[in-house]
């Protein structure tokens, strides 16, 4: 038995088919993955991801503190509430993990809040102790808080009908901006399926009756199966397949997420990478043919060095597999993929698949 969210008893009620995931008893599916990606795509769908891990920063070195730690620059974040993406790198310029940063607001306006994966909750947790070691800061896990994603083009009207008494804050909220809307409750204009929604941060005991009233209002809940689906057909990397630690962002399709203006653990090699040239990057993938795409498949491209599949699914919004893969640098349209020992035709392709509803390919 792993570990499990404030929110298991609810996924044990819907009959969800419940999978280790990061050492949590996750729900992979409700009922269907194709009909919860749809739900998602084309109304609305929520998803528990109380497994993700959520800190708490504070101290006066906290903004160097997080400069120094991430490629990203908080310095950007002007707006109250604001999100940063970023990556977190060793020394050597790999990816430690990909988090969310949040900027304070004005109800704790020393309080940053940072969002980091579950699979790599403890070496993220003794790398970035270790970090703070050189800084006055102070980082709290808050074990005793729940995370509910609420996607799709209805998500927003939806949780504002379900809080009806926090509406007005919500629709001021710009995009990838949060705030705070009571006790130990945080929402923001985030999530991992490129769709319009929020991410709502809120006391775990008081989690239940948010996803029952969510039920109630037609919500239809979703898994990690579609979570993922969701995610690759939107180019959004999964640490652990698309980056880890031996690779850069450089060749992740991540070059956008640093800012190279200030100092960050990782950037001497990063600077190095880009001096010398950058030797691999990651593409989309779409099988033309009938197949299945999975990672570690191999990429051969014809006059270039082979590549790798990193993540790979059917996506059902453009009824055909798709696939990130990391690929020598090139200009080439079409690849093969070693498919069970048949080279099988693939269009190479940004890697951005779907978006707000829309097939992008």
């Given at each position: 038995?792993?570990?499990?969210?404030?929110?298991?008893?609810?996924?044990?009620?819907l009959?969800?088919?419940?999978?280790?995931?990061?050492?949590?008893?996750?729900?992979?599916?409700?009922?269907?993955?194709?009909?919860?990606?749809?739900?998602?795509?084309?109304?609305?769908?929520?998803?528990?991801?109380?497994?993700?891990?959520?800190?708490?920063?504070?101290?006066?070195?906290?903004v160097?503190?997080?400069?120094?730690?991430?490629?990203?620059?908080?310095?950007?974040?002007?707006?109250?509430?604001?999100?940063?993406?970023?990556?977190?790198?060793?020394?050597?310029?790999?990816?430690?993990?990909?988090?969310?940063?949040?900027?304070?607001?004005?109800?704790?306006?020393?309080?940053?809040?940072?969002?980091?994966n579950?699979?790599?909750?403890?070496?993220?947790l003794?790398?970035?102790?270790?970090?703070?070691?050189?800084?006055?800061?102070?980082?709290?896990?808050?074990?005793?808080?729940?995370?509910?994603?609420?996607?799709?083009?209805?998500?927003?009207?939806?949780?504002?009908?379900?809080?009806?008494?926090?509406?007005?804050?919500?629709?001021?909220?710009?995009?990838?901006?949060?705030?705070e809307?009571?006790?130990?409750?945080?929402?923001?204009?985030?999530?991992?399926?490129?769709?319009?929604?929020?991410?709502?941060?809120l006391?775990?005991?008081?989690?239940a009756?948010?996803?029952?009233?969510?039920?109630?209002?037609?919500?239809?809940?979703?898994?990690l199966?579609?979570?993922?689906?969701?995610?690759?057909?939107?180019?959004?990397?999964?640490?652990?397949n698309?980056?880890?630690?031996?690779?850069?962002?450089?060749?992740?399709?991540?070059?956008?997420?640093?800012?190279?203006?200030?100092?960050?653990?990782?950037?001497?090699?990063?600077?190095?990478?880009?001096?010398?040239?950058?030797?691999?990057?990651?593409?989309?993938l779409?099988?033309?043919?009938?197949?299945?795409?999975?990672?570690?498949?191999?990429?051969?491209?014809?006059?270039?060095?082979?590549?790798?599949?990193?993540?790979?699914?059917?996506?059902?919004?453009?009824?055909?597999?798709?696939?990130?893969?990391?690929?020598?640098?090139?200009?080439?349209?079409?690849?093969?993929?070693?498919?069970?020992?048949?080279?099988?035709?693939?269009?190479i392709?940004?890697?951005?698949?779907?978006?707000?509803?829309?097939?992008?390919?």
């Amino acid at each position: 038995m792993g570990l499990r969210t404030s929110l298991h008893n609810e996924h044990v009620a819907l009959n969800a088919r419940l999978v280790d995931f990061g050492g949590w008893d996750m729900p992979v599916q409700y009922a269907s993955v194709l009909e919860e990606h749809h739900a998602v795509r084309r109304s609305v769908g929520m998803f528990d991801v109380s497994h993700m891990t959520l800190l708490e920063l504070t101290g006066p070195d906290a903004v160097i503190y997080l400069q120094r730690l991430l490629a990203n620059d908080v310095a950007k974040l002007t707006l109250p509430g604001k999100a940063l993406y970023s990556v977190m790198l060793n020394e050597r310029g790999g990816v430690i993990d990909d988090l969310i940063v949040y900027a304070p607001t004005p109800e704790q306006p020393e309080l940053w809040r940072v969002i980091v994966n579950c699979g790599t909750h403890d070496k993220d947790l003794a790398w970035m102790q270790a970090q703070a070691a050189s800084f006055r800061v102070a980082l709290i896990e808050r074990t005793d808080l729940a995370m509910v994603a609420v996607q799709g083009p209805q998500a927003r009207a939806v949780v504002h009908a379900v809080l009806p008494e926090h509406a007005e804050t919500l629709q001021g909220l710009a995009v990838f901006q949060g705030a705070e809307v009571a006790q130990d409750w945080f929402v923001a204009r985030t999530g991992y399926t490129g769709e319009a929604g929020y991410e709502v941060i809120l006391p775990a005991e008081q989690a239940a009756t948010f996803w029952q009233a969510l039920l109630a209002a037609g919500v239809t809940p979703c898994g990690l199966g579609a979570r993922d689906t969701l995610r690759l057909e939107a180019g959004m990397p999964l640490y652990g397949n698309d980056m880890n630690d031996d690779t850069s962002p450089l060749t992740s399709n991540l070059g956008w997420s640093i800012a190279w203006e200030h100092d960050f653990i990782g950037k001497s090699a990063l600077l190095a990478e880009r001096e010398a040239g950058v030797s691999h990057q990651l593409v989309g993938l779409v099988l033309e043919g009938r197949g299945v795409l999975r990672s570690h498949m191999r990429v051969v491209i014809e006059g270039v060095a082979d590549g790798e599949t990193t993540s790979g699914t059917f996506s059902p919004t453009l009824e055909k597999a798709i696939a990130f893969a990391r690929v020598p640098v090139t200009n080439a349209t079409h690849a093969m993929v070693d498919i069970r020992g048949k080279l099988l035709p693939a269009q190479i392709v940004k890697p951005v698949f779907a978006r707000n509803g829309k097939a992008l390919i």
